[in-house]
């Protein structure tokens, strides 16, 4: 299991308030590739995006980018 990239998250990690912001952006993160798996084949081209991509993504852990 790999460890998320602790250098992409803009927030000071060591403080509690930080520790908290990095759980609301992963739980960001798992609601929009949640959010995508439930779009149609239109609605993916209306956003630029194709269906082999969102499957790529869905295949990552949620807090790899």
Not at 40 to 62: E, M, S, W
């Amino acid at each position: 299991m790999q460890r998320p990239d602790l250098a992409a998250v803009p927030w000071n990690l060591p403080s509690p308030f930080g520790w908290f912001a990095w759980l609301v952006y992963l739980q960001a993160r798992w609601r929009i590739r949640a959010e995508l798996q439930t779009l149609n084949d239109a609605q993916l081209r209306d956003v630029g995006l194709t269906r082999a991509q969102v499957d790529i993504a869905l295949a990552r852990p949620f807090w790899q980018p």
